[in-house]
């Protein structure tokens, strides 16, 4: 019996523990992201190798960057703050590092400008890998 009501209380504590956490997973990290203008290569993933057409990619702070682990990957960023356009999350590829970014990401100018207006500069962000 007592082992009974041990695995019940076990599994309440869980599931309020995974109640606690799963929201905030789903917010994603929290950072602030930049633009950056053409010419967007050579990038210190793939040089003068072609971009993704479509022109959502971005540069990655060190520590997003990982020494390279992250080129290639795919993040996917949600405006949070002042001079957001509509909410959306875009999916980038990282193609490059920023050594100096103020936040996670140095975006594309056409990928902030699907999140926000270009004017405002720096955004704040949630981010995850997707």
Not at 2 to 16: P, Q, R, Y
Not at 52 to 61: H, I, Y
Not at 75 to 90: A, K, L, P, Y
Request: aromatic share 10%; charged share 10%.
């Amino acid at each position: 019996m007592a082992s009974s009501k041990g695995f019940a209380a076990l599994v309440i504590a869980s599931a309020l523990l995974l109640a606690l956490v799963v929201p905030s997973m789903a917010q994603g990290i929290s950072s602030r992201a930049t633009f950056y203008t053409p010419p967007y290569q050579p990038s210190a993933c793939f040089g003068f190798n072609p971009l993704p057409a479509d022109f959502l990619f971005a540069a990655a702070s060190p520590a997003v960057y990982n020494n390279g682990a992250a080129c290639g990957t795919f993040f996917c960023v949600r405006c949070t703050g002042n001079g957001c356009r509509n909410g959306d999350t875009i999916r980038v590829q990282i193609v490059d590092l920023c050594p100096g970014c103020p936040g996670a990401f140095d975006l594309s100018q056409e990928a902030f400008a699907r999140i926000a207006d270009p004017a405002v500069g720096v955004i704040s962000v949630n981010y995850n890998a997707c």
